[in-house]
């Protein structure tokens, strides 16, 4: 059994990723061993990263308490799927703000990207530059990462997408995870005795 974290990586209201979410997060569920959790940065009220220390040298020891519970959500995690809009061609500010916190904690746990937008795009340039902010923390991403481009268009309110490929698309990153997951698991493990 994998412990699965989604971060939902947008904070603004009436954002799509809530529609994203109830998808991703139906289909997570119907995953064979995994023990899926939402983590929505929209409820951490993490305040701008101001540490004197670095966090390579906190120790997973945090002064905010937002931060500690933010800690702890994720390095209960064995894998992560991201969930990420695309702000003027990149992550959105919490979300960076967020990984930027925490160092130890990320580390040999593999981690899927959604990156959507309501634009044709669907991420893509997010997705890239979250990919290498992830490598110099030791997080392997999935080869296959999904864009979702007009996302008002293709996942309704309540969490139903309509096109098939992208169905097929999500699925063949959950394997990916998945498999990395399983892999990981056991390194990580072994580097934690």
């Excluded at 098939?164 to 698309?169: D, G, K």
Aim: proline share 4%; glycine share 6%; with cysteine.
């Amino acid at each position: 059994m994998i412990h699965v974290v989604i971060i939902v990586g947008s904070t603004r209201q009436h954002r799509l990723a809530d529609r994203v979410l109830k998808w991703v997060h139906q289909e997570a569920q119907n995953m064979q061993k995994w023990d899926v959790q939402v983590v929505d940065l929209k409820k951490y009220k993490l305040p701008i990263y101001d540490s004197e220390t670095l966090p390579a040298a906190m120790s997973e020891t945090y002064a905010d308490v937002h931060v500690t519970k933010w800690s702890r959500a994720v390095k209960q995690a064995d894998a992560f799927l991201f969930l990420t809009p695309e702000y003027n061609h990149g992550v959105p500010a919490p979300l960076k703000n967020a990984i930027d916190w925490l160092y130890e904690e990320w580390a040999d746990k593999p981690a899927g990207i959604i990156g959507y937008s309501s634009s044709p795009i669907g991420g893509a340039r997010a997705i890239e530059q979250l990919r290498n902010i992830l490598a110099t923390l030791a997080v392997p991403t999935v080869k296959t990462g999904l864009t979702i481009g007009k996302a008002q268009d293709i996942i309704t309110e309540s969490g139903e997408c309509k096109e098939i490929t992208l169905q097929n698309v999500l699925h063949t990153e959950f394997t990916q995870l998945d498999a990395w997951g399983k892999a990981m698991l056991h390194l990580h493990k072994e580097n934690n005795k």
